[in-house]
């Protein structure tokens, strides 16, 4: 009988070079598409949890700053050792994202108001909250309504303030001199820098960053120098958010102070 012969199967090796060609399309695809979130170091020091034991006057370091900033759900005030200054008040705005169609408005905020989308009509949650922000409100008390307080943001999204350290209402004219908080650099206003400024709400955040990049500037000229000229204790009410405690201390950053601490008002973080 003949013996049946079998056909010998050689494996032929994968040709991996499309599939290869593919996910190196894919790659440069999807970094193209992400979203990249700036990161920061800030340094903190926490002061230690204790009883607070009565402090006489006399035993105060006078020569200290002592500067503080409190910051409620109303208003933020600046506190050191030679007194307060006028509280700076601000109303809530928060800016949503819909998940439903990705569709971003605004919206004042109200304790305990459920915000609807405009174009779908469906609830928004906490999760939703892309910016909380903080327009800073003229008012003459506490019970005033108050008014909004705009400025000239450039490019960047700074605040611009003219030579006399006052906010610029409108666009610098072409050629105005023009600086922003944590830059004494003066700039001069071009064509090409004014056609991207604009005129918006101010931010309290940048109204506290310039109120404390002057006090910084005047305890940085005392002799002697005050041992926490460079410090700063934020002080926030147990109802306020994390958000808006964040972007307080950059505000305290930009106005030059590099140590930071932060305190619950009635006991320490």
Known sequence: MKKARTKKHH???LDLIP???LFSILVVT?????QFEKMGVLELWLPERSNTPVVNKEDIDQGLLNLTVIITNKGVTIGAGGGFQPTIYYQEEVEYRSRSDQHVFRKVYVTGEEVKSPTDGKIMTPYERET??????????SLDPGTYQYAAIDPDGNAMMDTAGN????V????????VVGDETLHHMDARNAAFCKV????AYQEVAKTLEKIHTLYSQRDPLPADVDDVVILADESVVYDKVIQMMDACKSAGFDRVAL???GGAV
Not at 30 to 34: F, K, R
Not at 132 to 141: F, R
Not at 200 to 203: G, P, R
Request: proline share 2%; glycine share 2%; hydrophobic share 50%.
């Open 11 to 13: 494996s032929k090796e």
């Open 19 to 21: 599939v290869m060609n």
């Open 30 to 34: 999807v970094i193209s598409m992400a």
């Open 132 to 141: 909380i922000m903080l327009n800073s409100v003229i008012k003459k008390d």
């Open 167 to 170: 906010w610029y209402a409108t």
């Open 172 to 179: 610098p004219a072409l050629g105005a001199l023009y600086r």
């Open 200 to 203: 918006e709400k101010l931010s």
């Open 263 to 265: 305190s619950l008002i």
